[in-house]
């Protein structure tokens, strides 16, 4: 299967720990890059690899993974945290195709 | 400073073929580990990746649009260009230019700041 499943929305307490979940047969043999996207903006990139964290991105954010489902935590949500959030990962077919999940909606409440 | 920025039209009619540019700064489209995708985004809806080209010039294209899509670049202009042909009103979305890292698992960054194509007669 070439698709990534999240969940379409997910709430946190301010100062909580919250995990978002992505979930694909790709992600047994790949690791997810997750993209956090706030209205009228275009995506930023928060996490690749098997956990690395692009410069100037909150170390409240991080990533981990299991069999075939990846998961970008963030520790201590903040109310600029609210937004959406994608997964991507490699098609697992073979080729250099590459899928994006369908979105989580973080509300930090 | 890397960034990218789209550029096109902002409306187009049924059947006619977009061709969008991506004009990028602060990296060479000749780097090995660097490439460049165009990725969609209809209104409220998710992300979906269309293309990506690298340095070599090898392209790959999404299964679903490959037939429509045509992705080539001119290294010396820093532009990567992307063409769709037949648009429908369904193609209504925010066209996305990224830089895309040679990897496993390819990230995107950065993105550019999108560009909205509207399509309708």
């Known amino acids: 299967s070439s698709e990534l499943t999240q969940d379409p929305a997910v709430s946190v307490a301010l100062g909580q720990t919250v995990r978002i979940t992505c979930q694909g047969d790709?992600?047994?043999?790949?690791?997810a890059s997750w993209y956090q996207q706030k209205p009228g903006q275009a995506p930023v990139l928060v996490i690749y690899g098997k956990n690395n964290r692009p410069s100037g991105i909150p170390d409240r954010f991080s990533g981990s993974s299991s069999g075939n489902t990846a998961s970008l935590t963030i520790t201590g949500a903040q109310a600029e945290d609210e937004a959406d959030y994608y997964c991507?990962?490699?098609?697992?077919?073979?080729?250099?195709?590459?899928?994006f999940g369908g979105g989580t909606k973080l509300t930090v409440l | 400073q890397v960034t990218l920025k789209e550029s096109g039209p902002v409306l187009v009619k049924p059947t006619e073929t977009l061709t969008l540019t991506c004009t990028v700064s602060?990296?060479?489209?000749?780097?090995?580990?660097?490439?460049v995708s165009w990725i969609r985004q209809p209104p409220g809806k998710a992300l979906e990746w269309l293309a990506h080209?690298?340095?070599?010039?090898?392209?790959s294209y999404s299964t679903s649009l490959k037939s429509r899509l045509t992705i080539s670049k001119d290294t010396s202009k820093s532009q990567v260009v992307l063409t769709m042909t037949n648009m429908d009103p369904v193609d209504t979305a925010t066209y996305y230019c990224?830089?895309?890292?040679?990897?496993?698992?390819?990230?995107?960054?950065?993105w550019g700041q999108g560009t909205l194509v509207t399509v309708s007669s």
């Open positions: 080209i690298f340095s070599n010039d090898e392209k």
């Open positions: 991507n990962s490699r098609d697992s077919s073979g080729n250099h195709h590459v899928v």
């Open positions: 790709s992600l047994r043999s790949y690791y």
């Open positions: 990224a830089r895309m890292a040679v990897a496993a698992t390819p990230w995107f960054d950065p």
């Open positions: 602060g990296f060479s489209l000749s780097n090995a580990r660097m490439g």
